[in-house]
């Protein structure tokens, strides 16, 4: 049975391996470029660790981007108020990919047009209480032929209004139809959006090797009002003609292009959100299944849905003029009467998910900090307005735990857990397969994770070196 990226990772991407077996590259200081900066860790080759040992803001010059696949990004184990990257995009572009509790605010200094936190075209991917808000277009994305990714536990936030943008999420959007496209959104909280909370958008000009292309489980998350006419698109497709008529005679009028589970969410609108008050909206050839969701217009949770189902058949192969076609249709036609199996998700019931998602959802380690709180705040007091704000907290920059060791893991840890502290353990593997240094970091991530040394014998249980946050997540 596969060693999941973490105890609590869940869905299409809980088997990213991310940095397993590889080194430990630290973060020394909140420079844009340099030995020992962000940039230099994130672009580095090889299957890394990337540890923060220092909190503070993090100015960006210029797009940090992840190129080599085989990454995890610990940012739960930075010291102080963790760090913070501002001004530019920080994008995930390599396969094997985990990153927990990375926040990021690109903010109005760079004049150029921003996307926050940016997953594209990869395969094997978690993103793991990040928050990311204060960009132009959108705060957080799946862009392009991506497959196998989880995004769960995040905050996204507060889109800038400068451009007339300011969305939540964008997913799909694929240059290729090889395999198909496959993401869990569980646990996610979007903030004073637009709209685009999220939208899954694809668009479909190629020829099928698989049907369906797209599978996307959408569970226990909270939309917050949205600031326009839509909340969620799920399966929103686009076709050029010639693709519609091979989908058609391929599959047939019924076939599902994209499979869609909706299960425990909920969706609060607000006083700028529009009449138009259907919680998503889906495109002909979706089959969702739809269950126990709340709002925006009912107190206690439903089973299936009211949907406004859209057809776009957009020419983006130039074989005709460009043309999008809109037409009504019987909902019966995109409703999928069983769950469909993806991998297993622990479920919550759709009355448990504001309150659980305000108090754990985001970067809330190493600390939640004034930025976390006033997001959260706007959401449990039931305001808060669209746009930027800019109020950029102080983060401490904090002191990492002593190690004598290259591997990261504080000298304390090992002395609680049977561990030497003489021994150098970079990519070496507990009995459980993760990495010690793993072991460690889902300690203080507070999953939960018991683990025996093989250190001299020793049978002795791992005790909590930092106060765990009790619920596993």
Not at 65 to 75: I, K, L, P, Q, W
Not at 325 to 335: A, C, N, Q, R, V
Not at 365 to 376: A, C, I, Q
Request: proline letters at 5%; charged letters at 15%.
């Amino acid at each position: 049975m596969p060693v999941k990226a973490f105890p609590t990772a869940y869905g299409f991407g809980e088997n990213t391996t991310g940095g397993r077996g590889g080194s430990t590259v630290f973060i020394t200081n909140t420079n844009d470029s340099g030995a020992g900066s962000a940039r230099a860790a994130f672009t580095a080759s090889g299957a890394r660790h990337v540890v923060p040992k220092v909190g503070g803001l993090v100015t960006l010059e210029t797009d940090l981007e992840v190129t080599n696949a085989n990454f995890t990004y610990h940012g739960h184990l930075a010291p102080g108020g963790g760090l913070m990257f501002k001004k530019r995009n920080v994008e995930i572009g390599a396969d094997n990919v985990i990153c927990r509790h990375l926040k990021t605010f690109p903010g109005h200094e760079d004049l150029g047009q921003t996307n926050g936190l940016w997953v594209k075209g990869v395969n094997g991917c978690v993103m793991d209480h990040c928050t990311s808000g204060w960009s132009d277009d959108q705060c957080m994305d799946a862009y392009g032929s991506y497959q196998n990714v989880t995004f769960q536990w995040n905050l996204i936030a507060e889109p800038s209004d400068r451009l007339n943008l300011g969305f939540g999420s964008l997913i799909g959007r694929p240059t290729s139809y090889a395999f198909p496209q496959t993401i869990s959104l569980h646990h996610n909280i979007w903030v004073l959006c637009k709209n685009r909370m999220p939208e899954c958008l694809h668009y479909i000009g190629g020829g099928y090797t698989y049907t369906p292309q797209v599978r996307i489980d959408f569970r226990n998350n909270l939309s917050y009002r949205w600031n326009g006419n839509n909340r969620a698109f799920f399966g929103r497709i686009f076709y050029t003609q010639a693709a519609y008529n091979a989908f058609i005679a391929a599959a047939g009028l019924t076939a599902a292009a994209i499979e869609i589970n909706v299960v425990g969410n909920h969706f609060i609108k607000g006083p700028t959100s529009t009449a138009e008050n259907d919680a998503f909206t889906m495109s002909k050839n979706c089959r969702a299944y739809a269950r126990n969701n709340i709002g925006p217009e009912s107190a206690s949770p439903l089973d299936g849905f009211n949907v406004k189902v859209t057809r776009h058949n957009a020419n983006w192969a130039g074989d005709g003029a460009n043309i999008s076609l809109h037409g009504t249709y019987d909902p019966s036609e995109l409703i999928q009467a069983t769950e469909y199996v993806f991998p297993t998700i622990p479920t919550h019931d759709a009355t448990e998910v504001f309150d659980l998602l305000t108090a754990n959802a985001g970067a809330t380690l190493p600390v939640k900090d004034s930025l976390w709180t006033r997001l959260m705040g706007h959401v449990i007091n039931g305001d808060g307005t669209f746009g930027a704000k800019l109020d950029y907290p102080t983060l401490a920059t904090g002191s990492y735990p002593s190690h004598s060791q290259p591997d990261g893991i504080p000298d304390a840890w090992k002395t609680l857990n049977g561990l030497s502290t003489g021994v150098d353990y970079t990519g070496v593997q507990a009995p459980s397969g993760y990495d010690w240094l793993e072991v460690y970091s889902h300690e203080v991530a507070g999953d939960g994770l018991v683990e025996q040394s093989s250190f001299r014998g020793s049978k002795r249980r791992s005790r909590i070196f930092v106060p765990s946050r009790g619920f596993s997540i």
